[in-house]
């Protein structure tokens, strides 16, 4: 193997496009956005400018764009005891059980009126199972449902324009968790029936730390920001905002609007991956391979490996991937997606996600391959004959 670096860990962060790293070093230390001089009004205008690409990626209104910290804060945000829904307060929050942390703990929602629902074992959540959730709740309820659009961990990309739909129809507010949709898959589409969107720059080659909140038109309202202060972001997100950052993300959205076969070749190649994989360890199982995935996401998992120490070997030999979520990094114990799939517990503790990069090539595929023949193909191989 070659002395570079083979990074197979997009979903974890995605490389930084030139275009978005070139945005954000001409933008650091522009000035103030509030203030009323000629520096404040050219870092406005670059604030300005970013939100209207990250609106046309999404395919909404630049009013209708709340820039934040990351998705971590947008999730936080919507999902808010205090909002409202054609003027009616929300009652309950839904969520299904592989939403990313930030979502799985409810928000501001106290325990008791946070309800998980069930995915399938092909990692997939019904709109029954939503319709059904819906249905349960008591007499006179509002919910407000959160539904991710792809999996971070699987890929598996989830029925949310039907989920939206039937939300809406139910009086809800609907909130998906778009962080792995975006740039990967037609997010305007995708989230046509969605009141609110999370995004996070650094998943789209934007640097980390910035990322949005879409609050479509005025079907909903905030209670009240999840951090008061000045008025920034309509009263919406108090605090001088991060407009090296958001330059950066503006440049990003603005590449990552070109989904339409960009990542056909890496699609082939993922396929290609995968083929390979069954063909040397004919017991390896490709999670959520029956349904319609991200085209760069592999979670795979053999019996026997240890994925902490997987990780660690193809580290070792140049290539970064990730045991789960990179996002409970440092936190042993399966994965609350793949225990929601009811994954055996061998494989739980094998399950692997690579995620290849917009800039991954045949050979850096070929590589990893040649990683995972020498570190996980023997252990399956005796996990076979025992
Ligand atoms: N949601 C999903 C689905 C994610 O994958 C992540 C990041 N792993 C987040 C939310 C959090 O995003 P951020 O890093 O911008 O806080």
Request: net charge negative.
């Amino acid at each position: 193997m070659s002395d570079k670096r083979i990074y197979l860990d997009d979903n974890a962060s995605a490389p930084l496009r030139v275009s978005a790293r070139e945005a954000a070093v001409a933008a650091l230390g522009i000035g103030n956005p509030s203030s009323v001089h000629d520096e404040g009004r050219s870092a406005r205008r670059i604030v300005n400018d970013a939100r209207e690409a990250v609106a046309a990626l999404a395919g909404v209104s630049a009013s209708d764009v709340i820039f934040t910290s990351g998705a971590t804060e947008a999730n936080a945000m919507a999902l808010d005891p205090a909002l409202k829904v054609n003027g009616r307060t929300v009652t309950h929050l839904l969520v299904s059980a592989i939403e990313h942390p930030s979502v799985l703990c409810g928000g501001r929602f106290p325990a008791d009126r946070l309800i998980v629902m069930d995915v399938g074992p092909d990692g997939l959540i019904s709109p029954q199972t939503v319709e059904a959730a819906i249905a349960d709740l008591p007499e006179g309820a509002v919910p407000l449902v959160s539904v991710m659009a792809a999996n971070n961990e699987t890929g598996v990309v989830q029925p949310v324009v039907e989920i939206g739909v039937i939300v809406r129809e139910a009086g809800g507010a609907f909130h998906c968790d778009a962080v792995q949709a975006a740039g990967r898959l037609d997010l305007a589409t995708l989230t046509a029936d969605a009141d609110m969107v999370s995004l996070s720059g650094h998943k789209m080659g934007a640097p980390t730390g910035v990322g949005a909140l879409i609050l479509r038109g005025d079907r909903v309202s905030f209670g009240r920001p999840l951090i008061g202060g000045g008025g920034q972001e309509r009263n919406k997100r108090a605090g001088t905002e991060n407009v090296s950052g958001i330059a950066g993300f503006g440049a990003a959205a603005k590449e990552a609007s070109a989904v339409e076969g960009a990542w056909a070749e890496i699609w082939t190649l993922r396929d290609w991956i995968e083929e390979r994989l069954r063909a040397i360890s004919p017991d390896v199982r490709i999670i959520g391979a029956e349904v319609r995935r991200l085209p760069n996401t592999i979670c795979v998992a053999l019996d026997g490996v240890q994925s902490e120490t997987a990780v660690i070997a193809f580290d070792l030999a140049g290539v970064a991937i990730s045991a789960g979520s990179a996002c409970s990094s440092g936190k042993v114990g399966p994965s609350h997606v793949l225990e929601a799939m009811g994954l055996e517990d061998g494989l739980k503790r094998a399950a692997l996600r690579i995620s290849l990069t917009r800039e991954t090539t045949r050979a850096e595929a070929e590589a990893f391959v040649v990683a995972w023949e020498k570190i996980c193909a023997p252990v399956g191989a005796r996990q076979s004959a025992a």
